[in-house]
């Protein structure tokens, strides 16, 4: 159910989490009503007459005791509902599935217990699943609207989530941590539902690091898990994409677009158009070919080898992409002559 | 007190006691920047913190006009990052802090005990001078690169981002002191320097709630001072205190600025709430209902506010016991706060309300800090605070308090004191017209962003999925009827400082101590003799008519 102040209940917390809030957002209007609605009407009947004075203050003991007092009650009463309901939140049950989290400026990467990744949240329907969250720079904070849930991604420490959806279809993920912006604009794929006003240009960074929950029936789950770990189908062929195709995919999925161009314009990283086969200055001095190997080195330790005049600021890929995607890339960096 | 004193002429000779409240000590430029008189600094507060009030505010004009339509509107994302980083830190640490306790405080304090100026007048200069040196740091920042961080610096963002964020944290460091020292300097004006016969129990609630700031500000800033510190000492030297990657925690620094910045927002909300008990009192007639209790509660806050400070990090991985405890606590916020909403509205009862402009904002304050304070309970409550954090409900909420709170009391304020600040009356009528325009921009601009934040609408994006747009066009159309109701006020006051009539001594017919017994604006040593306190200062039973109606000059021909 979807009201005018929340969005719709896709998780088994929702339910009681609105609860919560309509219980607390009724009681204030009560309140509000009463104490405003009051104020209102002595502004209004003890305006200031001619030749009426206000009458001198007394004292109620009383009244003033018991509204100090009692809204304690309450308090404890609103101190209970949230704390069962946190308590639920933050101990997932023992057979909870476990994805892998990691977030980075600005794109988030699932790891599936099959060793798949993806960047779109896949997750099957009545199922709990447990989230396990790390950050490779700054911090970051996983948010579903849909399920009420949110937690940090902090750099040098594990935390964890978890929840478990009541439906399937697809719902928005944020992250909620204040992480900054890349330096201009990004290349994005045509049809991407972020494209800004600048055609195929847009700002990227906190508040582009969006993505979907993809909520799947348990045989549509299964189907994603085996899907990830192949190469995806190329729409132009209905057959399994070439390596280079699946490189530029990924080239987009993975948002390396959103340092490097392939225009040749220099962006926070090197330009990957004309890139293989070429010298390469780095900045301790040294120099090299930009072949396979160095590819490989630049997405697996990428502050190996840093180009000159670039800062060693690249995550790295290690654990995130397999073999197979790393060949991917270089195969479609190649063919950017 | 009064009477003895009030409307006595003749007495020109300086008080020999304060040889720099001389009328030749206060002649020239010089007689201003390096006067030692409390009335004076507050004055020059007053124009440094409203500077700060203009420049902060067009940052928010900025970052709304930004947000009025999905996509770039009329910034890059780096800039938009920037503007709202300048708005918040520029409206917290050069505007809010200082702002009551500095301009109001500074002016009216000492005229309220009785006194001839502060404990320490040099002291008070100085303070007034570190905030100009803070302030200039952060500037510098501003036009070297300036910061993308937030007004809250998190690591390991503030330690690795490459905007300048070390001057600017240089200057929040300055400017710490320029608020202990004031907070200093008012306990100790209020220990030692109030008049003979002002005995606590007679204090006015301004004086309470000054006081109870006064206590934060010289026991939480200097933790803040440390971790600033230590911040720059990471950036500068790769000291490794919060930065993972140097061996640090991030989460440390949660602690450590939370430590500082939530009592800050009783900094920033008992100054308001000690001008709103002040309005109340003076525009019912009345003395403020439970007058004790309304005075404690301002120190209930200030100790309360130093136990809260976990519940800004409920989803931050800090433990499950920390996070139980600090929702426990947070509560408790609400018993001081309900006091204090439940007796300004007794003290409407039965009183004689007369609706000036001062007196609108006042009940501004009221309707605005009651939505602020029960908009709270949702982010104290530990399931939906889970849902909220960090979504637009945590900056209505916020700006409920600290906006439709503290802001609106400082105007109210301002206007309530400038005929004693400035011997000035002004337009009350296009006054008026300012506040309408400000009541309604405020809550067009706010009351939206609730909706919008428990949709689900994440704080500090630069930009923003479809279904928001709405929301964000409403919100940012109530900017600009802020802008045009602030624009109004300026005008009237500037109109008023060129133009307006001579204010008497007292045109509200106010009994408190500033009003009685002092001329508009009051002379260099405020009173000629030393008044002696005979009755409270919302004693108005026991004023004469003549001490209460001593009003506009249009008042005393009826």
Redesign the interface.
């Known amino acids: 159910m979807e009201t005018m102040q929340l969005p719709p209940q896709w998780s088994t917390f929702a339910g009681h989490v609105d609860w919560a809030f309509y219980f607390i957002y009724y009681l204030s209007v009560v309140l509000f009503v009463a104490i405003i609605g009051a104020a209102m009407y002595f502004v209004y009947k003890y305006r200031r007459k001619p030749g009426v004075k206000a009458e001198p203050t007394g004292h109620a003991t009383v009244l003033e005791i018991t509204w100090t007092v009692s809204p304690l009650a309450i308090l404890a009463f609103l101190f209970h509902i949230g704390f069962r309901g946190y308590i639920d939140m933050t101990v997932a049950p023992a057979d909870a599935m476990e994805i892998r989290v990691r977030a980075k400026k600005w794109s988030w990467d699932f790891e599936y217990p099959n060793g798949g990744h993806s960047n779109i949240l896949h997750i099957p329907v009545h199922r709990p699943v447990r989230l396990v969250l790390s950050s490779e720079d700054v911090i970051h904070s996983l948010y579903i609207p849909a399920f009420r849930v949110k937690r940090d991604a902090v750099p040098g420490f594990y935390s964890t989530m978890w929840f478990e959806a009541t439906q399937t279809g697809e719902t928005d993920l944020f992250c909620t941590e204040y992480c900054g912006a890349a330096v201009g604009t990004t290349e994005v794929a045509e049809g991407d539902p972020n494209v800004g006003r600048e055609g195929n240009r847009r700002h990227v960074g906190h508040f582009s690091m969006i993505t979907k929950v993809r909520i799947q029936t348990a045989a549509e789950y299964n189907t994603f898990l085996e899907s990830i770990l192949r190469p995806p189908t190329d729409p132009a062929t209905g057959r399994e994409a070439t390596p280079e195709k699946w490189g530029e995919i990924l080239y987009r999925s993975q948002q390396c677009n959103t340092c490097h161009s392939t225009d040749g314009s220099a962006m926070t990283g090197p330009t990957w158009r004309g890139l293989f086969g070429r010298q390469r200055q780095f900045a301790d001095g040294t120099s090299g070919t930009a072949d396979a190997n160095y590819i490989r080195q630049s997405i697996l330790q990428p502050n190996s080898k840093v180009v000159q005049g670039f800062n060693g600021v690249m995550p790295s890929f290690a654990g995130t992409l397999r073999d197979n995607q790393i060949d991917a890339l270089i195969a479609y960096i190649r063919t950017l002559r | 007190m009064a009477t003895e004193v009030a409307g006595a002429h003749g007495h020109d000779e300086p008080d020999h006691l304060a040889p720099y409240l001389s009328p030749e000590a206060g002649r020239g430029v010089k007689g201003w920047l390096l006067t030692l008189d409390h009335k004076r600094i507050g004055l020059m507060y007053l124009i440094s913190t409203l500077l700060a009030f203009f420049m902060g505010g067009v940052f928010a004009l900025l970052v709304r006009l930004e947000l009025f339509a ?3 509107t009329i910034m ?3 800039y ?2 920037r503007a709202f980083t300048l708005h918040g830190a520029i409206m917290v640490f050069l505007f809010i802090i200082p702002s009551v306790p500095g301009a109001l405080g500074n002016f009216v304090l000492p005229i309220m005990l009785g006194t001839k100026d502060v404990a320490f007048p040099r002291l008070n200069l100085l303070s007034f001078y570190i905030y100009i040196i803070g302030a200039t740091f952060s500037l510098y920042s501003i036009v070297t690169g300036s910061v ?1 961080t ?1 007004w809250t610096f ?1 690591t ?2 503030s330690t ?2 490459q905007t300048s964020v070390v001057s600017m944290v240089l200057g929040v460091f300055i400017l710490g002191f320029s608020s202990i020292l004031t907070g200093l300097n008012f306990i100790v004006t209020v220990h030692k320097l109030r008049a003979p016969g002002l005995h606590w129990k007679r204090l006015p609630l301004f004086i309470w709630g000054t006081y109870a700031t006064s206590i934060i500000q010289v026991l939480a800033t200097p933790v803040l001072a440390i971790t600033l510190l230590l911040l720059a000492a990471e950036r500068t030297m790769g000291l490794g205190i919060f930065d ?2 140097l061996g640090g ?3 440390l620094f949660q602690h450590f600025f939370w430590f500082y910045s939530h009592p800050a927002v009783y900094i920033m909300i008992v100054p308001g709430m000690a001008v709103a008990s002040e309005l109340f009192a003076t525009f ?8 004790f ?1 309304v005075a404690m509660s301002s120190l209930g806050l200030a100790l309360v506010g130093f136990l809260v400070w976990g519940h800004h990090m ?4 800090q433990s ?1 016991w920390a ?2 405890l600090f ?2 606590l947070t ?2 916020v ?2 001081p706060s ?2 204090k ?15 000036t402009t001062p007196m609108l904002y006042a ?1 501004s304050f ?2 605005l800090f ?2 602020g304070g ?2 709270g ?2 982010c ?8 909220l ?3 637009y409900f945590i900056v209505a909420h916020f700006h409920y308090v600290m906006m439709g709170g503290t802001v609106m009391a400082f105007v109210g304020g301002i206007l309530y004191w400038w005929p004693k600040m400035t011997g000035k009356l002004y337009d009350e009528k296009l006054a008026k017209v300012s506040w309408l325009f400000v009541f309604i921009g405020f809550n067009t601009t706010f009351l939206i962003q ?2 919008m934040g ?3 609408m ?8 479809p279904q928001f747009e709405i929301y964000h066009k409403v919100s940012t159309f109530g900017s600009w009827l802020l802008l045009i109701g602030f624009s109004i006020c300026a005008f009237v006051l500037i109109k008023s400082l060129r133009s307006g009539a001579k204010a008497p001594p007292n045109p509200w017919g106010s009994a408190g101590y500033e009003w009685q017994g002092t001329e508009s604006p009051p002379v260099m040593q405020n009173f000629r003799e030393t008044p002696t306190i005979t009755r409270g200062p ?1 004693d ?2 026991l004023c004469t008519d003549e001490e209460l109606f001593d009003g506009f000059p249009e008042d005393l021909k009826k």
Request: net charge negative; hydrophobic share 40%.
């Open positions: 999905p996509g770039r890059s994302a780096e938009y990052n993308d937030g998190y390991p963002y690795t981002s993972p990657a925690d991030p989460i019912t007639r009345r003395a403020i209902f439970g007058y209790a409920f989803t931050s991985g499950e996070t139980m929702s426990a509560m408790l609400a018993i309900g006091v909403v439940f007796n300004w509205t007794a003290t409407l009862y039965k009183g004689s309300i007369e609706l009940l009221l309707v009651t939505i029960l908009t309970l949702f104290a409550v530990l399931n939906t605070d889970i849902h954090h960090d979504t609730f909706v428990s949709k689900g994440p704080r500090r994006y630069y930009d923003y999925l919302y108005y039973h």
